[in-house]
């Protein structure tokens, strides 16, 4: 199961994972272009666009889905939570898997997005990370002054910096992930096992969005 420590510090960071996507240009916006100013527009746009607009919680998952498809490195984060088993699968087998993956992360945050209760994403400082990365460090910081330190783990792509791992309180979600499934893939017989454990999962999931 998902790390605890991950789930309950998890609802406030979903306005940061709010942001509505814009269209691809062919070059990528300022933005982009700096890790903390990536950070920053995810926030702004996922605050004013998703989590305070007036719409239904419907298009509140599908204006999330644009977001993790435009702002996250998807494949590679798929790639590495998968591991060493992403080498032994076929590519249908890792398409299919990288699909389910998106489905649930997009339908585990749109759920929390309920959860949202006024809270402000503050930038501290960010710091190379590799040699084409940065970690973005950060504070989510509620009404009441309660805060939870969350890190943004970015790499740099050909349009600008992508986001492949957020960090809270120390619980990396690309790795909690990673562990989960590995374990499920070594316990159920491979990826069949794995597979059958994710669509059941994005049909509870979607459920509750829709309920």
Same mark, same amino acid.
């Given at each position: 199961?998902?790390?605890?420590?991950?789930?309950? $510090?998890?609802?406030?960071?979903?306005?940061?994972?709010?942001?509505?996507a814009r269209p691809t240009a062919?070059?990528?916006?300022?933005?982009?272009?700096?890790?903390? !100013?990536?950070?920053?527009?995810?926030? *702004? $746009? !996922?605050?004013?666009? $998703?989590l305070e607009a007036p719409v239904p919680q419907k298009e509140k998952t599908v204006r999330f889905r644009k977001l993790f498809v435009e702002f996250f490195d998807i494949p590679a984060i798929g790639r590495f939570v998968l591991g060493r088993f992403a080498r032994a699968v076929q590519p249908a087998d890792l398409e299919?898997?990288? /699909?389910?993956? *998106?489905d649930v992360i $997009?339908?585990?945050?749109t759920r929390r997005f309920g959860e949202y209760k006024g809270e402000s994403l503050n930038v501290k400082d960010s710091a190379p990370d590799g040699d084409a990365?940065?970690?973005v460090n950060s504070d989510i910081v509620g009404k !009441?002054?309660?805060?939870?330190?969350?890190?943004?783990?970015l790499r740099k792509r050909e349009t600008g910096f992508r986001i492949v791992d957020v960090i809270v309180e120390g619980v990396s979600m690309a790795i909690t992930y990673r562990n989960e499934y590995a374990s499920i893939i070594q316990k159920s017989g491979g990826m069949a096992g794995l597979?059958?454990?994710?669509?059941?999962?994005?049909?509870?999931?979607? /459920?509750?969005?829709?309920?």
């Open positions: 199961m998902i790390d605890r420590r991950f789930v309950a $510090v998890s609802a406030p960071i979903a306005l940061a994972m709010g942001a509505l062919a070059r990528a916006a300022d933005w982009a272009q700096t890790p903390d !100013g990536l950070v920053r527009r995810f926030a *702004e $746009v !996922g605050i004013t666009e $998703v299919r898997f990288q /699909k389910l993956f *998106e $997009v339908y585990t945050w990365g940065a970690l !009441g002054g309660q805060a939870f330190a969350v890190s943004w783990r597979f059958s454990l994710m669509e059941g999962q994005v049909v509870d999931l979607a /459920k509750q969005v829709d309920a």
